[in-house]
């Protein structure tokens, strides 16, 4: 999708509709600095409000998402392309998340490892190696619950039973047994439990 074409639509459009930003950001309750992100290309509208801005620009998503209204013999062409364009985009930012998952983990597993060899090792009080081991986990900890939240959200797991892809809840993906980025859980198509991969994207 093009950011800028997009962010030109917007302004154009909102302009028809006699909206200032700070007139269709109060419609929308966001800032006007959102507002002027989009209309400048830095970003894209959440999906959350979309289909609210849409109906206050006087287009349909589509329109939105190809950056200019749309005939209706192109239409079916059109949403294919957009469709396609957004697999692609969901696909590149799960697989930035996977990548900062393990930065994470690296980056909080180390700290809490230096903390505990500082304890062990340094001649201190022992209020101190309290205080340095009690730091260590403390960062540990939330930082492998956010870990495992991208675990859950970036891309799907795959049933090594009948193939099927899905995105498991939070609860299931932190009881589950696994190596690396594989997950014993059950399929919740099949109902049979296997060692289930992880994959970005649903033709893989």
């Known amino acids: 999708m093009d950011q800028i074409k997009i962010g030109r639509f917007i302004a154009a459009r909102r302009k028809e509709q006699k909206l200032t930003q700070l007139q269709l950001a109060e419609k929308l309750g966001i800032t006007d600095r959102a507002v002027s992100k989009w ?30 209204a749309v005939s209706m013999e192109n239409y079916n062409e059109k949403t294919e392309k957009n469709l396609i364009e957004m697999a692609r985009q969901k696909e590149l930012a799960d697989k930035r998340l996977l990548q900062i998952e393990v930065f994470i983990c690296i980056i909080s597993s180390v700290f809490l490892l230096a903390m505990l060899l500082l304890a062990v090792y340094i001649n201190i009080p022992d209020w101190l ?26 891309g799907y797991y795959k049933c090594a039973k009948c193939g099927h892809k899905y995105i498991p809840t939070y609860l299931s993906v932190n009881k589950a047994m696994h190596f690396g980025r594989k997950r014993y859980m059950k399929c919740p198509e099949c109902g049979r439990k296997s060692w289930q991969s992880k994959v970005i994207s649903k033709s893989e």
Not at 141 to 150: F, G, H, K, N, Y
Request: charged letters at 20%.
């Open 129 to 154: 190696r309290f205080v340095l081991i009690g730091t260590g986990f403390v960062q540990f900890v939330p930082a492998m619950l956010l870990a495992l939240r991208i675990e859950q959200v970036a």
């Open 39 to 68: 209309e400048t290309g830095k970003s894209l509208p959440d999906a959350s409000i979309m289909l609210e801005l849409c109906g206050l620009l006087r287009i349909t998503v589509n329109d939105l998402l190809s950056g200019e």
